[in-house]
Structure formats: C-alpha cells, structure tokens
C-alpha cells in the first residue's frame, strides 16, 4: 500500500500553498492513505486556557468546509482528527474519509493534556478509553491520536489483533521531535506493524517538527521536513506476518491476552 504523511499548516495562506502542493503530491504519486496532522486544517483551539463556545463553533464551521477538500487529494482514504459535539459533549474525533466522500467515524481522543499551549482538557471529553483495529481496503490500523502514542499499553495488544499500522495524527513542537520519534519507534518495534505520523505547522512554535514512516524493524523509511514536508512510501503489508515472528514480538506472543480486541469495520 502506498501511504503518505506530511507537515501541515492551517492558517489561509500558507494552508492555501501547502495544501496546492500537498495535493499535487500525492496526485503524482498515486497515493493510497494520506494521513494529515491531528486537527489538520484547523485552528489550534488548546491554545486558549478557556474553553470559548464562539470558537468552538467557528471550528465547527470551518471543519465541515475543509472535509470538502479532502477530495483534492484524489487518495482513496485519508484520516485525521476533527471536532464534534455529541449529546452536548464536545470530542476530538479521527475519521478516515473514502474515495466517495464517505466519512466513517473511528475513535475520539481519550488522553487529554492540560498545560500551557495544550489545554486540551478544557476544551474536549474524554473520548474512547479503548483502541481497537479499524479495517478499511485490507488495511488493519490502529489510532492513537498525539498523546495517545504514549499509551505504550496498546501496542502488546495491537500485536496480538495482527494490526498492519498504526496511525498518529500529532501536534507536537518541534523541540520535543526526538522523544516522539522513540515513541513511533517503539509502536512499530512492539506491535509489529508500521508506524506513520503526520504533524502541523504553526506559526508560534507550539507545533512544528516532522512527520515519519516506520517499519516493524524501527527503522526510519521517511522523514517530512521544512523543505520536503511530504514523503510517500509503499508499505510491504504481505511481509507483516513474517515480522511478527522476530524478535521481540515472539517473546510475548502466547502470554499476552489482549485488553481491546474490538475489531471495527470502516468504508
């Protein structure tokens, strides 16, 4: 499967080139999965320490005209993080969007910082404690939205539902990139599967820093940056079953029992 990541911006100009360029990309490279950043093309509400109900609304608004873009990326799935308000609850909520125009709810974020520059619990609920494999075209993946790649917890079980990838959308700082990278390492190494990361841009420096690709072994297949913030790269899915028997995953293979072992369906 060929899958793409990136770094991505959200104010009007430069989302306006990135996105133009984003799209040629993955045009020219028949891209299958395109993964955009966490919250991708829509302003950082965590910013603020309140919670404003006039912006949350504006984030409303602007997300449903974004979701109409995702069709200029010509991908047959793209998946990323969008704001929704269910029953009065307000939930950071992946999706992945098909070819159609269908878009098929996945899970909503559950690990909520509450710091300077990331207020997130002011601003969301708590989402969906489990991680489930979602299924979409063959592909089996997990999602752990940003802070979610440190539920470290998930991986064992990831392992033992065969999962093929696992996904994380992120809003990281640039600053902090070496310790998110040994995270995605870790998820690869432990699950048995590829990892894929995509990050935004902003123009304080909240966020900023790359987007990866990496394969079961931890090695690093690509790596987004300022100058080439895009990289595609074709995932061997048929060579997952081989890796699961290496070192480690075969250590813990018939100890482990997993903990979230909902299998979701998605278009």
Known sequence: ??????????????????????????????????????FAMLPPVWLEERFDAHTWEIAQALRDHQLRRLGELHAPHV??????TREGRRFNEGYVRSASGELQRLRSK???????????????????????????????????IC?????????????????????????TAAATLGKWLAA??????????????SNRIEPTGACGGSGWIINPNGEVLALTTRTEPF?????????????????????????HAPQHAIVAGAA
């Open 110 to 144: 559950y690990y909520l910082p509450s710091e300077p520059g990331g207020w997130e619990k002011n601003w969301f609920h708590r989402g969906d404690a489990l991680f489930p494999a979602f299924l979409v075209d063959g592909l089996s993946f997990g999602l752990n």
């Open 147 to 171: 802070t979610e790649l440190w539920m470290l917890e998930t991986y064992a079980d990831y392992a033992t539902l065969g999962v093929q990838a696992i996904l994380a959308p992120r809003a």
């Open 79 to 84: 998946v990323s993080t969008r704001p929704v």
């Open 231 to 255: 990289a595609t790269v074709d995932i061997d899915l048929s060579a997952l079953a081989r890796h699961r028997r290496d070192y480690p995953r075969y250590v813990f293979a018939d100890a």
């Open 184 to 197: 995605g390492t870790v998820a690869a190494v432990r699950s048995g599967a590829y990892c894929l990361s």
């Open 1 to 38: 499967m060929r899958v793409t990541v990136c770094e991505l911006p959200h104010e009007p100009a430069a989302l306006a080139s990135a996105w133009g360029q984003l799209s040629e990309h993955t045009i020219a490279h028949d891209s299958e999965l395109v993964l955009l950043p966490e």
